[in-house]
């Protein structure tokens, strides 16, 4: 990469118009990227990429439009997580292998799951050429295991920003056309918050800012203690965080921006060399995909020229995704199904977290998914749809299948439309009536 004090097209004029710029994708192939110049006042500069090397510039001339990079308030530049510079980083595998192990270094995950991470993180560097939003759920019951992921994240993907509690308010203040990978720790949960989310972030379609339009596309990550499920946002990837089982590597400060500084250079490279296959590759597979999902299509896309880790890795998101058409992405609706069955157990009058999740892991095993949730999750997921747990003696925490419990969980079969849910249990008065509700 070279360093020169302007970049300019021979075709540029002095009345070329100034627009501030966050990236931008060229129909000719040029790639802009905001990135960390510490020579420049504001602390960034443009990347351009012609498609075969790159000049770092404080602006760039290009079609008769100079660009310049966003102005920033300084408190968000300070947040945001910019790489420098390109380095070559071998092969679309080996790279994919480098960043498995640091996540198996710093998290406690399984590999499936290690998997999925690292399929993101590339995802984030190539948001705005897939055809749907990029979104990811990770839920944990404890906020430090789900952070510790964010921290990660932050030191690996596209213009990370990390944020914690943010709602509507917050996201619309962020800068505009800042295709920033938002990593927030328990989102507000909040109606106005729900729909933007929903709504944003979908290419080509833009948001009404003070009179203005615009297109903001980025990954988004968000922590939380019950899963988000896709009907707030859309396509989404879920993945269990499990408290951690061992000692981690302390992931302070300095120990991120050393992550940073050697993988951030490497993903920018990579982003600079598919985003115009990316491009291509998404229109042709998500057009002829039929059932596939449109986020494992999206995960093909990002490693075109590595074929075979791509379907990987689309099989992978597909079969943790869509265990089958009745659980609907959502490991809530398995939990109930499992509850229905077992209050109708004669006899039965109590159940422990440790049975519901043994019962839980099964039926996602049989489903051909890989996840194994820990009683911690489950009593998580219980919390989730209001059966909190109560400790029940020396043997744990579970719920009493009293009248009113039993009564509850017949209501949450209907409204999470649990496929056992459809044939009533006979001789059972609660299944009755719910049919009886129904009609």
């Known amino acids: 990469m070279t360093r020169k004090p302007q970049n300019t097209d021979d075709a540029a004029t002095s ?47 290009h079609q008769g439009h100079t660009y310049v990079p966003l102005t920033l308030d300084p408190t968000v530049r300070r947040a945001l997580r910019v790489a420098s510079h390109v380095s ?13 192990a640091l996540a198996a270094e710093y ?19 190539l948001a705005d050429c897939l055809p749907t939003p990029i979104n990811v759920s990770l839920w944990s019951p404890a906020a430090a295991d789900g952070a510790r992921v964010l921290l990660l994240l932050s030191c690996l993907c596209r213009l990370a920003l990390a944020l914690a509690g943010a709602d509507a308010a917050d ?45 903001t596309l980025g990954a988004r990550v968000f922590s939380t203690d019950v899963p988000l499920g896709n009907r707030t946002l859309g396509p989404i990837i879920e993945i269990p965080v499990a408290p951690t ?26 982003r600079l060399t598919h985003c115009g296959t990316a491009r291509t590759t998404e229109s042709t597979d998500v057009s002829s995909a039929g059932s596939t999902s449109e986020l494992a299509s999206g995960l093909r896309a990002c490693f075109s020229d590595a074929p075979r880790l791509g379907e990987r890795l689309g ?6 995704q869509s265990l089958d058409d009745g659980r609907r992405d959502d490991p809530r609706v398995v939990l109930v199904e499992v509850l229905l069955a077992r209050c109708h157990e004669k006899g039965r009058a109590k159940l422990y ?8 892991n099964a039926a996602l095993f049989a489903g051909s998914g890989t996840l194994t949730l820990t009683d911690r999750l489950v009593g998580s997921l219980l919390k989730s749809v209001g059966l909190p747990t109560h400790r029940l003696g020396q043997s744990g925490r579970g719920i009493k299948l009293d009248l009113a ?33 129904e009609a």
Do not use: M
Not at 172 to 187: E, G, I, M, S
């Open 245 to 270: 089982r061992r000692p981690l590597p302390t992931l302070d400060a300095k120990r991120q921006r050393a992550i940073a500084e050697e993988f951030q250079p490497k993903l920018l490279q990579y």
């Open 315 to 320: 099989v992978l998101i597909e079969a943790e």
């Open 88 to 100: 070559s980083f071998g092969s679309p595998e080996t790279l994919f292998q480098e960043l498995v």
């Open 353 to 360: 977290v440790n049975e519901i999740a043994a019962d839980v």
């Open 107 to 125: 998290t406690d995950l399984a590999e499936p799951l290690r998997q999925q991470l690292v399929a993101i993180v590339f995802a984030s560097w």
């Open 171 to 215: 996201l619309k203040a962020l800068p505009d056309q800042l295709p920033a990978t938002l990593l927030v720790l328990r989102p507000a949960s909040s109606r106005r918050t729900r729909e933007l989310l929903t709504t944003s972030r979908w290419r080509g379609f833009h948001s009404g800012r003070s009179g203005r339009l615009v297109e």
């Open 15 to 61: 009345t070329s118009i100034i627009i501030p710029s966050g990236g931008e994708i060229f129909d000719d192939g040029t790639i802009l990227e905001l990135v960390d110049d510490p020579r420049q006042r504001s602390g960034l500069g443009l990347l351009k990429w012609n498609g075969c090397k790159s000049v770092l510039s404080p602006e760039v001339t």
């Open 405 to 437: 419990t039993r009564r509850a969980i017949h209501r949450l079969a209907g409204l999470y439309d649990v496929p056992s849910a459809r044939r009533p249990f006979r001789d059972c008065a609660e299944c009755a009536h719910a049919q009886d509700a």
